[in-house]
């Protein structure tokens, strides 16, 4: 049953939060293209005219270029990639856990002042049986009461205790008291103690190993954070650099379209003075007009894929004045690498398992599991703790009187303790122990998985880096005979001996054998992107480049 006027003992969010996520839930919003059209919307046959003239393409229309090469790419993304910014933070978080670990042996003060006063009532105390040598008192039975009186007490605690790396506590202490009786007598009482305490277990919980475990564990996650960040790091520039190439595709089959759409018009030019001379029928005017229109569809897409494909680099570039929407175009600087490498497989696939991130984020962490199984069996052991304690006291007028006097030892304390806890049965720390020698086992046989998943990986690139080199020539060979066959059979047109569609087919067929050679390129650059990845690492200018990156920001303007 509710109580009225206690929500917020009940953990009730705000109404107003609660209305507005109610309605953002429940209601679904209607998109509604009319309403947001900023212009009158346009029938198919009120827009046709706007294409029917159209001489050449504007793809972007840009008030402004920006040249990228590389290079430049790989600095920004590592200046500017969101993805990053949040990765980058990891390293500095496992460095403060680690930390965070060893502070633990820091030594503590601590100290307390302490005043109080009492006015206590007459009070009725024990009964008691007094022995004593007076005949008069031996076995004499007396009840005791306290009288009314007035207390006063002062005390000073200060100390310092050191936690030890083999699992133990010292502990030293100093404690000054004054306890005073103002009524119905005044009397003064100065007390000065120091003691000094020890305390180590020396099972469970004893020696250096187990009790710096956790500060090594830190220590090794640390390491495994940087190998994952390098991991991550290195894939997000691999996207950038693939982007790139894409970027690179696109702008080239624009002018593959581009190209294809200008001799298509040039042609319909041709063909319109050549009609209106009468050397050829008015159907080939049509013809090639037919021409024009059919490659204007391939263009309006392909100036639309290269918008998408900017505006993918330039989300991975997250450059300040460079929105995602901007009219800025990428002049894509760095020519591809169009060279065929021989490489070493067995070479690569070796050098894979010595760079690849995974392997040595599995390899710390099998070594954090050898050391969470030694802790484990540390923690099955039975619970003994030796305990020392040693103090000296005096009572005098003053405290400095009774700090001074009890470094004469007359009155001392000494202890000495053995303590010990033995579980009936230890089920949970042993079913512990297997648990983690089990994990370090199926790590292991994870480790023998993914070593031979990279080698699988890295045969593939090199396989698909052949392939797509080898799909490079023969795209190029067949740009070179489309080539020659359109200058042929446009001039066999001229000559009356063939017709435009003819010519028109031959046009075709040159422009989809550039397509696939610009793709074949882009799959090379890709592929070679892909293979410098499955090595662990990022690719050279000129080829690949097996030295490690640097991570640190510094690095960034190197």
Known sequence: MAVPGCTAWRGELAQQHNRRVEEHVRDVQQFNLRALSTAPPLAIADDLDTVKQ???????????????????????????????????????????????????????????????????????????????DTKALDKTVAKLTALEQTKEAFS?????????????????????????????????????????????????????????????????????????????????????????WRVYGSQRMLDVRIQQYNLAFDNLELV????????????????????????????????????????????????????????????????PDLLRWTLDRDQLADAALTNRMELLELELKLAADALKIDLARNQALPLFVLDFGYGILDRQ????????????????????????EIPVTNDAREAQLRRTILTRTQRMATRAQR?????????????????NWQRILAARQNVIVSGVNYE????????????????????????EAQIREIRAIVAYQIAQIDLAFATGTLLGYAGLDLSPVPLATSSVGQ
């Open 54 to 132: 159209r001489r050449t393409a504007d793809p972007t229309a840009a008030s402004d270029v920006l040249a990228l090469s590389v290079e430049k790419l790989r600095i920004e993304t590592l200046r500017n990639n969101l993805d990053l910014d949040v990765v980058f933070i990891d390293p500095s978080l496992a460095q403060t856990l680690a930390s965070e670990e060893v502070a633990k042996f820091d030594a503590t003060v601590f100290g307390g002042v302490t005043y109080k006063r009492q006015d206590l009532p007459r009070l009725d105390g024990d009964l008691v049986a007094f022995t004593s």
């Open 156 to 244: 000073i605690d200060i100390g310092i205790e050191v936690p030890l790396p083999t699992g133990g506590t010292l502990k030293l202490r100093n404690a000054f008291d004054e306890a005073n009786k103002l009524s119905p007598q005044r009397f003064e009482q100065y007390v000065s103690g120091a003691e000094f305490s020890f305390s180590q277990p020396l099972m469970r919980g004893a020696g250096v190993a187990a009790n710096t475990a956790s500060i090594r564990l830190a220590r090794l996650n640390t390491q495994v954070v940087n190998a994952t960040t390098k991991l991550i790091t290195i894939r997000v520039l691999a996207g950038a650099e693939k982007a790139y």
């Open 272 to 335: 319109r003075a050549r009609a209106a001379e009468g050397l050829s029928p008015t159907i080939e005017i049509i013809r090639a007009e037919v021409g024009v229109a059919g490659r204007l569809e391939g263009l309006i897409v392909t100036e639309t894929n290269l918008r998408i494909q900017q505006r993918e680099l330039k989300r991975i570039l997250n450059m300040d004045h460079l929105s995602l929407d901007s009219r800025t175009t990428m002049n894509i600087t760095s020519p």
């Open 397 to 420: 007028g003053s405290f400095g009187t009774a700090w001074q006097g009890m470094w004469d030892f007359d009155n001392t304390e000494l202890s000495f303790g053995l303590r010990g």
């Open 451 to 467: 070593e031979l998943a990279i080698r699988q990986e890295v045969y593939d690139a090199l396989d698909m880096l052949d392939q």
């Open 488 to 511: 042929a059979e446009l001039k066999q047109f001229k000559e009356g001996l063939r017709t435009m569609r003819e010519v028109l087919e031959v046009l075709t067929q040159l422009g």
